[in-house]
């Protein structure tokens, strides 16, 4: 994370030793609420390899139990911070009192992630969209029938890379839910698979489910590599006539594009308030995929219940955090009684909710949109 870059506002305070100079030169964007984003070392160590870069004055500002703390180094030589959603802007602030934290949201870079079905589609109907994403949200005044196709074809992708790379059979026109990221406990990965009897029985009431995981776990994260040795266990066990279930392996840059793009609905389960922002519901936004999650980092701003997707578990409130057994029973719910009869029995107010999510999240969860705020707020303020 971003306090990797902190040592650089040593370099410049020596060679004024003058906090002012060096404020006027620096801004901060803190990315997450994690604490390991926010490296602490030793203070012994620390002066023993920094020597009279660490000037003793400073100290009291940039230390923590007796520990350098590299987020309190950037945000104490910096005239700008940001957080990265607002509620991560709330958050943070909470950290970190006694600074002025603002919040910029995070963006996609549009050309990136829209698929070349979507491509074509948007050059059609709203032409300059390359150079100004806002133009997405004309998005409306794009035929159903035709956002279908193009999202039919990017899912016809998708499962075929999917049956060339595994033996599990998927097909094109079953209810696909895609879940790939970082591997980690607090992004529960497993949550739609704690209770695979309960999985079952709403696919066999309300229309087949195919699942298809990807991602890594951090090298040294027993616990995220741990989960997904039980999403690999659970695929052995959970495959049959309703639920077709896969986890991806060598997970990249390639085969987020095509997950993105081709499944029906992008999941997402981060325990509140631990999510800074997300991005992947965003790249899913921008190729008319709905989001289904809990109400933390951007989808707080993006969501709108049965319009853009569906949220998890309790409402946002300033306090709330996650209940793993109250957001499963919720999860189960909706995808039970709203999401699946919604695909299966009511199409053409499912691809509305699809039109919804380009011309709401795609047209505003993008870089052109995030650089223009960091320009005008943070860089050039």
């Known amino acids: 994370n971003e306090g990797h870059a902190s040592l650089l506002t040593l370099e410049l305070y020596n060679k004024t030793r003058n906090v002012d100079y060096v404020r006027k030169q620096c801004v901060f964007t803190t990315h997450t609420p994690v604490p390991a984003g926010h490296d602490q070392f030793d203070l012994t160590l620390a002066r023993s390899l920094l020597g009279s870069m660490l000037p003793e004055e400073i100290i009291p500002n940039i230390t923590f139990e007796n520990r350098l703390n590299m987020t309190k180094l950037g945000l104490f030589f910096s ?17 970190f009192p006694g600074y002025s ?68 059979g998927m097909v094109y026109d079953a209810f696909t839910i895609g879940f790939a990221r970082r591997q980690t406990a607090y992004k529960r990965p497993d949550l739609l698979i704690s209770d695979p009897n309960r999985l079952v029985g709403i696919a066999r009431e309300k229309g087949s ?44 840059i390639r085969m987020a594009q095509l997950l993105v793009a081709g499944v029906d609905l992008w999941l ?51 306090d709330s955090e996650s209940d793993d057994d109250a957001d499963r029973e919720d999860l189960y719910s909706k995808l039970e009684n709203k999401i699946l009869p919604k695909f299966y029995g009511d199409r053409d107010n499912w691809i509305r909710t699809m039109r919804s999510c380009i011309a709401i999240n795609a047209s505003f969860f993008n870089t052109q949109r995030m650089v223009e705020q960091y320009v005008l707020n943070a860089y050039f303020m």
Not at 121 to 129: E, N, V
Not at 285 to 307: C, K, M, R, Y
């Open 209 to 252: 489910l195919q699942i298809i995981y990807a991602g890594k776990a951090h090298p040294k994260d027993t616990i995220g590599k741990e989960i997904i040795r039980k999403i690999v266990e659970t695929q052995r066990e959970l495959n049959n006539d309703f639920v077709k279930m896969v986890f991806l392996e060598n997970y990249d």
């Open 79 to 95: 005239h700008y911070i940001n957080g990265v959603a607002k509620k991560h802007g709330e958050v943070s602030r909470e950290m």
């Open 268 to 318: 997402n389960t981060p325990r509140r308030p631990m999510e800074a922002s997300g991005t992947s519901g965003m790249k899913a936004a921008h190729n008319g995929v709905p989001q289904f999650s809990t109400l933390d980092g951007w989808w707080i701003e993006g969501h709108i219940e049965n319009i853009t997707g569906w949220s998890i578990g309790a409402k946002h409130k300033e």
């Open 101 to 168: 934290i603002d919040s910029i949201t995070n963006g996609v870079h549009s050309l990136t992630w829209v698929s070349e079905p979507f491509k074509k589609l948007f050059d059609r109907y709203m032409p300059g969209w390359r150079f100004d994403p806002y133009i997405l949200r004309s998005a409306f005044s794009i035929p159903k029938k035709e956002i279908w196709q193009a999202h039919m074809e990017a899912k016809k992708r998708l499962i075929d890379f999917v049956n060339e790379k595994t033996n599990v």
